[in-house]
């Protein structure tokens, strides 16, 4: 379901990035000209967690998918927001795994521009913050305070630009190596 964003040397694919500080993880994080975030929810998980889970992907987001087995199919449809994406996991008669759109995803109209602000290290909202020159003193605050700065005083579009850029180029994901041919997700999934 992935390949194709995998292949893309220009997008980088997280497995479980922290949102909102920590309060939340997205399962699979998207970065490419969007922020795009990926839910999963097994036979096996509950649905808990998911009131949490969508303030925070809704916080940061372009566009949103649930990722859902048969069990979860009713529960999630009716509390999910109508711009997430729903897909329906469905085993094959030889346990395939197969993956039905249910619901493709619409682009999310509520993004918090401190949210995203959030996606930062300190080091790199500093780097930013220099090149507006904001007060000398700004620069030695808690983190929150660079964060509300840096979404009040840069347009959204170019602040989730910017936080996509640092992102991308940084050095040190766990999981930055790329797929080889024989990884077991570059196999081809099976198609309904």
């Not at 990035?17 to 997205?26: I, N, P, Q, T, V």
């Not at 922020?35 to 998980?45: H, N, P, Q, T, V």
């Not at 979860?72 to 999910?80: D, E, F, I, K, P």
């Not at 170019?158 to 041919?181: A, E, I, M």
Request: overall charge positive; some cysteine.
């Amino acid at each position: 379901m992935l390949r194709r964003y995998h292949a893309d040397q220009s997008t980088l694919v997280l497995d479980e990035l922290g949102l909102m500080h920590g309060a939340c993880r997205a399962d699979i994080a998207i970065i490419n000209g969007r922020l795009i975030g990926f839910e999963i929810k097994s036979d096996k998980d509950s649905l808990s967690r998911l009131e949490k889970q969508i303030i925070a992907y809704n916080a940061v987001f372009d566009h949103i998918a649930i990722i859902i087995s048969e069990r979860h199919r009713l529960a999630v449809v009716q509390r999910v927001p109508k711009h997430w994406g729903i897909v329906l996991t469905v085993r094959g008669k030889r346990g395939a795994i197969h993956f039905k759109t249910q619901r493709k995803s619409k682009i999310n109209p509520g993004i918090s521009p401190v949210s995203v602000a959030q996606l930062l290290w300190k080091r790199e909202a500093i780097e930013i913050l220099q090149n507006l020159g904001p007060p000398p003193l700004l620069l030695k605050s808690p983190r929150a305070k660079l964060y509300r700065y840096l979404s009040k005083h840069l347009p959204l579009d170019q602040l989730k630009s910017t936080v996509r850029t640092y992102l991308k180029n940084r050095p040190n994901w766990r999981n930055r190596t790329p797929l080889s041919l024989c990884d077991d997700l570059s196999r081809p999934i099976a198609k309904s």
